[in-house]
């Protein structure tokens, strides 16, 4: 037994031999032990993190080099992954990129080149990975740097230094993966595994236990053992050879065979077709079938009929939509059958879904655009040729003229015109991508001119009033038209060139042979106003629709307030009572008017109406909700109560961006005018009590947080600018004022930034002469008019006309004296002291009234048994006599006291509201 486990005795009994024959044919089948001819091969190597490093990326390269001559793109775009993947962990201490790396970047370059004029004729996977690869290489290149230095320039180099990247350091030995096992990369040591003899004759556990096709064995025994497990003594001793090379067994390489690319033709003239494309073109008339209109419109029919299914793509059912187009007018059927098709195309355009991006792309809007223009010519060149909504099915006429068909033509550019919107709102407006998909506007106008055309044509008023009002909403912002050079719709914007496209052909035009019928006259354009009053004088007189009378108003509005033409303006808002009904519009019209109600402000500060600018804008500012009133953003707060419903629908009716009004210059206007208004007359209140007037609470608000600040610091943002201007114009001093209104940047965004920043100029000195007049007038007997135009720099003849409507309004107790030029005081005005005594007054006055009352809630002699009694009674107080009527009800008795109020306040010879005379203002509606 010892002896056969030593395998020493070869001179053993037959016994022994049959006893072992028998262990060899019972043998485990996978027990894995390892003989002395193995051992060479389970030597452990160690290998430098280098040099496993370059042994990688050349079976990486191999297999890319390999899958890009065989045209498998899906299987090049995983391995360059890997590729850069490598290179990104390993690039710490590389100064530039290794060669083998820049070879076969090089020719996968020219590998790109040369398949992509013929990827239309590759799968669609193989196209879509083409272009991915693409994409991902320009971006690498681009990104990726060494040394500072991006991979572009590297490439650069190597082109025109072709023989530098010969000789490099890595071996290009194409051994295929699947022959090397994974290493550990931390320790860099790789085990080789053992591999068995490869015999035709044995079977798979013979060939495991024995290899007999390495002839270094030097055991004698072993080999007249026959094919059994021997254990020796050097199976259990441990190695000590190191260093020494395991003997691996290559395998043979096989070469790829040369890709064929799906569409080309081999040497005896056959065509290669890939398996995954092959697909039979559907055949819409067989030979010898005649084509006629019934028939072109039957197959119409079938087509439509798979609308709406999952399964259907509407890219090929315009595809073959336009084919019967080709059809008919190769068989001369009539523009009528042309022109039925057309419009089916244009309604599979739109029955596309949404896009992840929320609108339609760009390219698809190019498509859609140009088989619209081609209904309308069509509809140009063929005058018998009518598509309306009120034709029925019955009243179609198709094979002979006049050909009617039913349609809604100018719905089509509505609903373009719609998408162009939704693309504005939701590009971002800072890229570039929004300046080029401006330049469409010009292509989307003479498109709304052809429809408007046409609506001419046929004489619909309904549908003329629908295409103006379009015409209307792109050029009331306008202040100047300027003539563009575009003609055509642009189908890529620059952001598209960094996105992974999966394929580059959707860019391409469905019709490439569209010609636009240009029709927009740059002459007639150049004159806006005329341009506008023509159109919106029609839209007054239409029938179409209050709506469209309403609309067109607020734009003529809007574009008169725009030119600063605040007369007509104003008269035209007042005549058409829009604040009556503007509450029962539906909310895009409600925008409008916010808008315009806006710009109507702002042209009114512009003119120097300072209290029609101030109540404009009061309603808008108050609400603390300008973007949202104004469509031009959202505000997000704490106690918000929308719903997600709202919240969408609210994002859907956002203003572009190239037609937002500037809220900091809002905020300006708002505060300055009202600091014009109020800063006076609280100065006027606090040196005589007995003045009252209803105050501008925002700004009074804001004057308040800003005088209550324990440190006031210097002002940084517009609105403490001006609350520190009012302060100062309280006190007289304009200049101190003049200096922090006049800094604000934003006066630059008005259309006339110096003759705003005059007239404020002008205006904050007037009011400063106000507000000192009103704190000073009790401590003179009589000042000058040459003294005060010298202080704040006014005219003496400006001087003169504002005191006078200051004592005509009894806001000043005084007189002028011509022959001296002086204004005379009278001494109206309570003193300190005096003022001090009434207040006391009036507070023991009413301590006592409710004295009064709780005695009469025991006795019933206060007097209320006279009120109920119906007659009029008289009581004591300070010295005089009040008069008590009589009140039936409490609402008499609230309606009676206001008009008491009024009278005691004209007795008291207080002054009504500042500006013009109260019949004469604006009242503008909530």
Not at 32 to 50: I, N, Q, T
Not at 118 to 141: F, G
Not at 826 to 839: D, F, H, K, S, V
Request: glycine fraction near 4%; include cysteine; charged fraction near 30%.
């Amino acid at each position: 037994m010892a002896s056969r486990f030593w395998g020493g005795d070869s001179d053993s009994s037959s016994s022994e031999e049959s006893d072992i024959e028998e262990q060899i044919q019972h043998k485990p089948k996978y027990a894995y032990r390892l003989d002395d001819d193995d051992e060479d091969e389970e030597k452990r190597v160690v290998r430098s993190k280098a040099q496993k490093f370059r042994d990688e990326i050349s079976s990486i390269v191999s297999q890319l080099n390999s899958k890009r001559h065989n045209g498998d793109w899906s299987q090049v775009e995983d391995l360059y992954g890997q590729l850069n993947k490598m290179l990104e962990k390993n690039n710490k201490d590389m100064q530039e990129p290794p060669k083998i790396y820049m070879r076969a970047i090089i020719a996968l370059e020219q590998g790109i080149d040369e398949a992509w004029p013929t990827r239309k004729k590759l799968n669609k996977l193989a196209a879509t990975a083409l272009s991915k690869v693409k994409t991902k290489l320009r971006k690498y290149n681009r990104d990726t740097t060494y040394s500072d230095k991006p991979v572009e320039e590297f490439l650069v180099h190597y082109r025109e230094h072709p023989e530098e990247l010969e000789g490099d350091e890595v071996e290009e030995e194409e051994a295929p993966a699947a022959d090397k096992d994974d290493s550990d990369d931390s320790d860099g040591v790789e085990a080789a595994a053992p591999r068995a003899a490869i015999t035709g004759e044995d079977d798979e556990d013979s060939d495991f236990w024995n290899d007999s096709g390495d002839d270094d064995s030097g055991d004698s025994d072993d080999s007249d053992q026959g094919d059994g497990f021997k254990y020796t003594a050097q199976y259990f001793l441990k190695s000590t050879i190191i260093g020494e090379s395991s003997k691996k067994k290559v395998r043979k390489q096989r070469q790829p065979k040369a890709a064929k690319v799906a569409g080309e033709d081999d040497e005896e003239g056959f065509q290669f077709i890939t398996q995954r494309h092959r697909k039979k073109e559907k055949v819409l008339f067989q030979q010898g079938e005649e084509v006629s209109v019934t028939s072109i419109i039957d197959k119409m029919r079938d087509v439509l009929s798979a609308r709406g299914k999952k399964s259907a793509s509407h890219l090929e059912q315009r595809q073959t939509l336009r084919k019967l187009i080709t059809a008919a007018t190769e068989n001369k059927l009539g523009p009528g059958v042309h022109a039925k098709l057309l419009l089916q195309v244009v309604a599979l355009h739109f029955d596309e879904p949404a896009s992840a991006t929320g609108y339609m792309p760009p390219h698809a809007w190019a498509n859609c655009h140009d088989d619209i223009t081609q209904v309308f010519q069509l509809l140009a060149a063929h005058k018998d040729l009518t598509i309306a909504r009120g034709v029925t099915d019955e009243m179609e006429s198709v094979e002979s003229s006049p050909y009617r068909l039913k349609g809604d033509v100018i719905g089509f550019v509505e609903r373009l015109d719609e998408e162009y919107t939704k693309s504005l709102r939701k590009i971002d407006p800072h890229l570039p991508d929004y300046v080029y998909r401006l330049r469409d506007e010009a292509v989307l106008y003479n498109m709304i001119c052809l429809a408007e055309l046409y609506a001419n044509r046929v004489g619909d008023q309904v549908d003329l009033a629908r295409v103006r009002l379009i015409r209307v909403e792109h050029v009331y912002y306008k202040q100047n038209h300027v003539p563009s050079s575009v003609r055509k719709p642009s189908r890529k914007l620059p952001s598209d060139d960094d996105k992974e496209q999966p394929d580059e052909t959707i860019f391409d035009p469905e019709q490439a042979d569209v010609v636009a019928l240009w029709l927009v006259n740059d002459e007639e354009e150049t004159d806006i106003s005329a341009l506008m009053d023509r159109l919106c004088t029609y839209l007054y007189a239409t029938t179409a629709g209050d709506r469209f009378r309403l609309r067109a108003m607020l734009c003529h509005i809007y574009h008169n307030a725009k030119f600063d033409r605040w007369t007509k303006a104003r008269d035209l808002m007042l005549m058409g009572h829009i604040q009556e009904n503007i509450s029962l519009a539906d909310p895009l019209t409600q925008i409008l008017y916010n808008r315009t109600m806006t710009q109507l402000g702002l042209c009114a500060f512009r003119n120097g109406h300072i209290y029609e600018a101030q109540q404009a804008l009061h309603d808008l500012w108050s609400m603390s909700k300008v973007k949202e009133l104004l469509a031009q953003g959202l505000q997000f707060r704490r106690d918000n109560d929308k719903t997600k419903e709202e919240a969408t629908l609210e994002r859907q009716r956002q203003t572009p961006f190239h037609l937002h009004i500037n809220i900091e210059l809002i905020e300006s206007v708002y505060y300055t005018a009202s600091m014009l208004l109020e800063a006076p007359y609280i100065t006027l209140q606090q040196h005589d009590p007995s003045r009252f007037r209803t105050p501008i609470r925002p700004y009074r608000r804001q004057l308040d947080i800003y005088c209550k600040q324990t440190f006031t610091s210097p002002p940084e943002n517009n609105r403490e600018k001006i609350m520190a201007a009012s302060l100062a114009l309280m006190v007289g001093d304009w200049k101190t004022c003049s200096e922090h209104i006049l800094k604000l940047r934003s006066w630059d965004l008005t259309p006339d930034a110096a003759a705003v920043k005059a007239m404020l100029a002008t205006k904050i000195r007037e009011e400063a002469m106000r507000a000192y007049l009103f704190s000073v007038s009790g401590h003179y007997d009589a000042i000058g008019i040459k003294t005060l135009a010298s202080k704040f720099e006014l005219d003496e003849s400006r001087v003169h006309g504002l005191t006078s409507k200051m004592i005509f309004t009894r806001e000043l107790h005084g007189s002028h004296d011509q022959p001296t030029h002086t204004i005379i005081m009278r001494q109206q005005e309570p003193t300190a002291l005096q003022r001090l005594a009434l207040n006391f007054a009036e507070s023991v006055g009413q301590f006592v009234e409710n004295n009064e009352r709780l005695i009469d809630l025991k006795h019933g002699s206060y007097g209320y048994k006279d009120r109920a009694a119906g007659h009029q009674r008289q009581r004591r107080r300070f010295g005089g006599y009040r008069k008590v009527r009589v009140y039936q009800d409490k609402a008499d008795r609230g309606y009676n006291r206001g008009q008491q109020n009024n009278n005691h306040s004209h007795q008291s010879n207080s002054k009504p509201a500042s500006g013009p005379n109260i019949s004469a203002k604006l009242k503008w509606a909530n």
